[in-house]
């Protein structure tokens, strides 16, 4: 997963900016210092990863209408003083996310890649007027040294400028690994075929098009992009070095080529894992089965979390857990009613009623016994029927298997009156949440970004609110929260987790937490641009380093 991000020249931020990622990061801050400018940065790669690498970014299709960009000139950094700047972003994740054939090519512990982009300028170092921005360089870095250095070519693809040694070495050993070499020629070879290597990875070219590297455009000999990196060549005794050399100009550009778009396939696929809900969640209309407006607020405004607790059984069940249990202690229950058209059931209801076996009596008749074995005096007419209960439980039963065509609608049961409302009948609290539980307990494995996840909540469900993060994160679901937030109360309650784990005093059914979990960053706005202070926490709950001013009001100090 991705460890940390760096941003600079972007919005509120001129000088690079580390952001951590643990499984709960909690970003803090006055209003307009740059917080949100974390998370849309995460989305601005994304949509270009997403839109074959326009850069140009005004609506994001996973921001919604909660993020503007406004384009290049708008999102660059202090962009009238600094017309040629360059965007700069920057990403570390672990190396057991690359493909297997990378880890081989790259023993790494951490891999890093670094895009810059910028306008275009002419000969005369001027702006090109209407130009679209484009990544001019990137460089990937394997545990902080420099692996590959690339740069934009006239003809748009991206040509590697610099490779590192101990990279080609191991390619070189690729090639050599399969052929019978005796150990006294094995390093002779291995670093003649390291120089060579050296003089002719200028030769892959990718498509400059792409936000990372995918695709290979120019190679040695017109190989194909990904084709397979096979190995095998014969080797003449008189002829070796020759024949390694040629080996060398077949394979050395295709591995170089296979390792550099393994590693833009592991960052691509981490940007993939991303999902956001913004600060305004959406209101959905009162019958849910009906709306089928998915506009481009379904994602970013929640709409579909509807849909979730609509569909999925589990989830459902799970919000409501925190719907009625002790946590928010409301008087609903989220249920399923099952609706069909009354045309639909005409048929089956006339054919399941003429199968009912009833025994009329009529008025009249001499006193007997009935079909059921029941007596009668024969006065009046009795209508005898075998079992009522179970003839009504067919009765249903019949109707649903008939019923083909049916529609899942949600309602809001509440449990004392026994009456089914609808969610536009309580309070924007229960709508603002359910979103955020949905993306909490239907979400596996992704990188959750959520700004005020505590919008329009009590206090006391702030904190409560905190223990369905940690669950997530930390049990099952594995999942990474991004959380942008005034909350004083989500991070308190998360402190307090902290030194309930290290002093054994969670409470039962609680998952444990502990500083390595959790960070919180504090983006304090400057003259210079805006900057991003790193919060720790410590095994007793607390800050090793003072907060910063205006952090939090003082009383909260007192709250630990």
Request: hydrophobic share 40%; net charge negative; with cysteine.
């Amino acid at each position: 997963m991705i460890n940390s991000f760096t941003i600079s020249n972007f919005k509120a931020f001129g000088a690079p900016q580390t952001i951590p990622l643990k499984p709960i990061t909690l970003i803090f801050g006055p209003n307009s210092a740059g917080k949100s400018s974390v998370i849309h940065a995460l989305l601005l790669a994304r949509q270009a990863l997403d839109n074959g690498g326009n850069l140009d970014v005004f609506k994001t299709e996973i921001g919604g209408d909660s993020v503007d960009l406004g384009g290049f000139r708008q999102y660059l950094f202090r962009r009238n003083r600094n017309p040629n700047g360059a965007v700069e972003w920057r990403a570390s994740l672990d190396a057991e996310s690359l493909p297997e054939r990378s880890r081989e090519l790259l023993p790494a512990r951490n891999v890093e890649v670094l895009l810059q982009w910028k306008q275009p300028l002419n000969d005369f170092g001027e702006l090109v007027e209407g130009a679209p921005p484009a990544i001019v360089t990137m460089e990937f870095f394997a545990d902080g040294e420099s692996a590959f250095r690339l740069s934009r070519r006239p003809d748009r693809t991206m040509q590697i400028d610099r490779a590192a040694p101990a990279i080609l070495a191991n390619i070189a050993g690729a090639i050599l690994e399969n052929h019978s070499i005796g150990p006294a020629d094995l390093a002779a070879h291995r670093e003649n075929l390291s120089r060579l290597l050296a003089q002719i990875a200028g030769e892959v070219r990718f498509d400059g098009r792409d936000f990372l590297p995918m695709r290979v455009v120019s190679q040695h000999a017109g190989e194909s992009s990904r084709g397979s990196s096979d190995i095998m060549v014969a080797l003449g005794r008189g002829t070796r070095e020759e024949d390694l050399a040629g080996t060398a100009r077949l394979f050395g550009p295709r591995l170089i080529g296979e390792l550099i778009c393994g590693m833009g396939e592991a960052f691509s696929n981490e940007l993939f894992r991303l999902t956001y809900l913004g600060p305004l969640r959406s209101y959905p209309a009162r019958h849910l089965a009906f709306a089928e407006d998915h506009d481009r607020n379904w994602k970013a405004g929640g709409g579909y979390a509807w849909d979730i607790i609509r569909t999925d059984d589990a989830v459902r069940e799970a919000v409501n857990r925190w719907l009625s249990g002790d946590v928010l202690k409301t008087k609903y229950r989220l249920e399923i009613r099952t609706l069909t058209a009354v045309e639909a059931l005409e048929d089956p209801l006339r054919d399941t009623l003429e199968e009912v076996q009833i025994d009329v009596v009529e008025e009249g008749h001499p006193g007997g016994v009935d079909s059921s074995g029941r007596e009668h005096d024969g006065d009046l007419p009795v209508y005898g029927i075998p079992d009522l209960e179970s003839e009504a439980a067919r009765f249903v039963r019949e109707l649903r298997r008939r019923a083909h065509e049916t529609i899942k609608e949600l309602v809001l049961m509440d449990i004392v009156q026994k009456t089914a409302v609808s969610h536009r009948d309580v309070g924007i609290g229960v709508s603002q949440v359910l979103p955020v539980l949905v993306h909490a307990y239907a979400d596996r494995s992704k990188l959750v970004a959520i700004e005020q996840p505590e919008i329009h909540l009590h206090p006391a469900l702030q904190a409560e609110l905190a223990d369905v993060f940690i669950e997530s994160a930390l049990g099952e679901q594995k999942n990474t929260f991004l959380l942008e937030t005034h909350s004083e109360h989500l991070i308190l309650r998360i402190l307090r987790r902290i030194r309930e784990t290290a002093d054994g005093e969670l409470p039962p059914g609680m998952q444990s937490i502990t500083p390595n979990d959790v960070t919180v960053l504090y983006v304090k706005p400057g003259a210079e641009g805006s900057q991003v202070v790193e919060l720790v926490p410590n095994s007793e709950g607390d800050f090793d380093e003072p907060w910063p001013d205006g952090f939090f009001p003082e009383r909260s100090k007192e709250l630990f």
